[in-house]
């Protein structure tokens, strides 16, 4: 017999899965990696620009990662990067391109992957995953209840 945890986990994955491989099939269409997708959808809602440390804060990434993805996307013209402590980076024409190509496919996808959903059931499920989210991240810093 499945348990509830192992079908949450397992469906959870999942789902993780097949968006990050759509990324990846996307972005390669634009000659760009998929992990560019998740930085281009965060930084284009920060059209003064953002910080390294505020996209790390947002794409649940360390630094070292975020700093990595920055430079490559500085190579391909997509940001461009103040110099200096705190400095900001902001999305260029391309990145904001970019960033317009991953959200249109997104909604694309995101509608798809609806479908059979009527607005109250779509409701229902993003009220639910966010009540799930914020009670697993409570138990992540309180510990595992013992009983």
Known sequence: MITRFEQFTSVISEIYRYVKKLEREEMI??????AFAEYLVAMNRYTDGITAAKLCEICDRDKAA????????????LIVRQSGYRALVTLTKEGR????????????????AG???NDEDRK?????????????QLISK???PQT
């Open 115 to 117: 479908t059979g959903l």
């Open 66 to 77: 975020v700093s990595r993805i920055l430079c490559e996307m500085e190579l391909h013209g």
């Open 29 to 34: 269409k634009y000659g760009l990696k998929g």
């Open 124 to 136: 229902v499920f993003y009220d639910t995953l966010a009540l799930i989210s914020s009670n697993l």
């Open 97 to 112: 391109k970019a960033a317009e190509f991953v959200l249109d496919r997104a909604c694309i996808a995101v509608a798809k």
């Open 142 to 144: 309180e510990g595992i």
